[in-house]
């Protein structure tokens, strides 16, 4: 038996991130490349190239582990904006403490540290996989339920991810919307439909499709009129 092959499996794919918008519908703005590695401990490795071309044009990497349970473990994140390094950092949760040591072009050498107060919790890498993770803890009784997640954090409270990376705390509300089937240019899949927003005084905006297959892969992901980001090729090694 080939140890190698049974060890992990591998999913792969890229994800197409286009305008919305009236006046350039359709465009380009940038995208993800991504892999995500699944351990026989039920671990699961994210590592993810992602590239904003609009202003102020952002690279990102991302390595994220996560356990069986999709509970952030370890994170890597290295932003560059404008062509110049922004920075990086290396994020840890453990025995109740959320830490980061991180490099940045404002901050200096950062050392942080937070109280982790329990789980759920989850970690907003800014890569769009990543953000589908943040619902795998979505309990899924009904649709329309909504879900508070109080202990999140993220690297970075600009929306496009384009400070730092320093440790930030903030919350997400997240709202099932059951079961479907939808086709995107990667092909046709079962997904399940959230809705995100950020606390239970907003109403859910940042509409996402993921695989149903335990991977929690976003399949579409979108603002609506604004931005929308595609699956548009995926493939099991």
Same mark, same amino acid.
């Given at each position: 038996?080939?140890?190698?092959?049974?060890?992990?499996?591998?999913?792969?794919?890229?994800?197409?991130?286009?305008?919305?918008?009236?006046?350039?519908?359709?465009?380009?703005?940038?995208?993800?490349?991504?892999?995500?590695?699944?351990?026989?401990?039920?671990?699961?490795?994210?590592?993810?190239?992602?590239?904003?071309?609009?202003?102020p044009?952002?690279?990102?990497?991302?390595?994220?582990?996560?356990?069986?349970?999709?509970?952030?473990?370890t994170?890597?994140?290295?932003?560059?904006?404008?062509?110049?390094?922004? &920075?990086?950092?290396?994020?840890?949760?453990?025995? %109740?403490?959320?830490a980061?040591? +991180?490099?940045?072009? #404002? /901050?200096? $050498?950062?050392?942080?540290?937070?109280?982790?107060?329990?789980?759920?919790?989850?970690?907003?890498?800014?890569?769009?996989?990543?953000?589908?993770?943040?619902?795998?803890?979505?309990?899924r009784?009904?649709?329309?339920?909504?879900?508070?997640?109080?202990?999140?954090?993220?690297?970075?409270?600009?929306?496009?991810?384009?400070?730092?990376?320093?440790?930030?705390?903030?919350?997400?509300?997240?709202?099932?919307? &059951?079961r479907?089937?939808?086709?995107?240019?990667? %092909?046709?899949?079962?997904?399940? +439909?959230?809705?995100? #927003? /950020?606390? $239970?005084?907003?109403?859910?905006?940042?509409?996402?499709?993921?695989?149903?297959?335990?991977?929690?892969?976003?399949?579409?992901?979108?603002y609506?009129?604004?931005?929308?980001?595609?699956?548009?090729?995926?493939?099991?090694?």
């Open positions: 038996m080939n140890s190698f092959s049974t060890e992990h499996q591998t999913v792969r794919g890229r994800i197409a991130y286009v305008s919305d918008t009236a006046e350039d519908n359709g465009r380009l703005r940038g995208e993800e490349r991504f892999t995500v590695t699944s351990h026989a401990d039920g671990r699961k490795i994210l590592r993810a190239a992602c590239v904003i071309n609009d202003p044009h952002v690279v990102r990497d991302v390595v994220q582990t996560v356990d069986a349970a999709f509970q952030p473990l994170c890597f994140v290295q932003i560059r904006t404008g062509g110049a390094p922004t &920075g990086s950092g290396w994020f840890r949760w453990h025995d %109740g403490i959320a980061c040591e +991180a490099d940045t072009a #404002a /901050e200096g $050498r950062v050392s942080q540290t937070m109280n982790d107060d329990g789980l759920p919790r989850a970690f907003c890498n800014h890569a769009i996989v990543g953000d589908a993770w943040m619902a795998a803890n979505h309990p009784k009904a649709e329309k339920d909504r879900f508070l997640i109080t202990n999140m954090f993220t690297p970075s409270l600009n929306k496009q991810g384009a400070t730092g990376p320093t440790l930030a705390r903030r919350a997400l509300d997240i709202e099932y919307r &059951g479907d089937r939808i086709t995107v240019p990667a %092909g046709a899949f079962d997904v399940l +439909a959230f809705a995100f #927003a /950020e606390n $239970r005084d907003h109403a859910p905006d940042y509409e996402m499709w993921m695989t149903d297959d335990g991977y929690f892969i976003p399949v579409l992901s979108m609506r009129g604004r931005r929308r980001y595609e699956l548009t090729e995926f493939e099991r090694a």
